[in-house]
């Protein structure tokens, strides 16, 4: 179990995680595309493309979560000035509650990184691929993301 993971009920009584989720919506210099991942089978939602992120230490401050997690998966090296927080959102899954964290990424050397057009490979054998904003609607993202995307196609940021 993650250190942030908190146990409650279930709608089968069985113990419920509660994880709170940093996510990265690194954007290009263009500012027109974003940078996605692909879940690798195997893990939950497998096969759904993501914004990079993941779970944030029980010690850890949101901030920090995000740096590591960005480091971790892409090697990108993100400081406070480079990011803002986005939104923060609560989505019940039917095996664990997340609070998803989502914070802008700006200015990091994320066009070295991969050329846009290009496919790239993550640290952890992950697809990664810049993303059109206004072609998000195309990609099958885990059901929580439905208002971040939303709300990245409208440009509100
Ligand atoms: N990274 C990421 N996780 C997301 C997104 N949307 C979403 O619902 N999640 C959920 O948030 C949780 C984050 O888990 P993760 O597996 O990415 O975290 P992690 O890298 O720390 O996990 P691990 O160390 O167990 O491999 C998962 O339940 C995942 O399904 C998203 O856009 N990006």
Same mark, same amino acid.
Not at 58 to 67: D, F, H, Y
Not at 132 to 143: E, H, I, Q, V
């Given at each position: ?6 146990? &409650?009920?279930? *709608? ?6 509660? %994880?709170?989720? *940093?996510?990265? *919506?690194? !954007? ?14 195997? =893990?939950?939602?497998?096969?759904? +493309?993501? $914004?990079?992120?993941?779970? !944030?230490? %029980? #010690?850890?401050? %949101? &901030? ?5 997690? =960005? ?8 400081? #406070?000035?480079?990011?803002?927080? $986005? ?10 509650? =997340?609070?998803?964290? #989502?914070?802008? !990424?700006?200015? !990091? ?16 054998? &992950?697809? #990664?691929? +810049? =993303?059109? $904003? ?6 099958? $993202? ?16």
């Amino acid at each position: 179990m993650a250190a942030n993971e908190t146990l &409650q009920e279930g *709608v089968d009584g069985m113990p419920k995680e509660a %994880l709170d989720v *940093v996510l990265a *919506v690194i !954007v290009h210099p263009g500012r027109r595309h974003c940078l996605l991942s692909k879940r690798p089978e195997g =893990v939950h939602l497998a096969g759904h +493309w993501e $914004f990079p992120g993941g779970k !944030v230490g %029980l #010690t850890e401050g %949101l &901030q920090a979560a995000l740096t590591r997690e =960005v480091r971790e998966e892409l090697g990108l090296v993100v400081s #406070t000035a480079d990011s803002r927080l $986005f939104n923060s959102l609560n989505h019940s899954y039917p095996e664990r509650d =997340v609070c998803l964290h #989502t914070y802008l !990424v700006e200015g !990091v050397a994320s066009e070295a990184y991969l050329p846009l057009g290009e496919d790239g490979v993550g640290s952890e054998g &992950q697809l #990664t691929r +810049w =993303v059109a $904003f206004s072609r998000l609607g195309d990609y099958d $993202f885990p059901a929580a993301n439905a208002p971040i995307v939303a709300a990245l196609k409208r440009n509100r940021w």
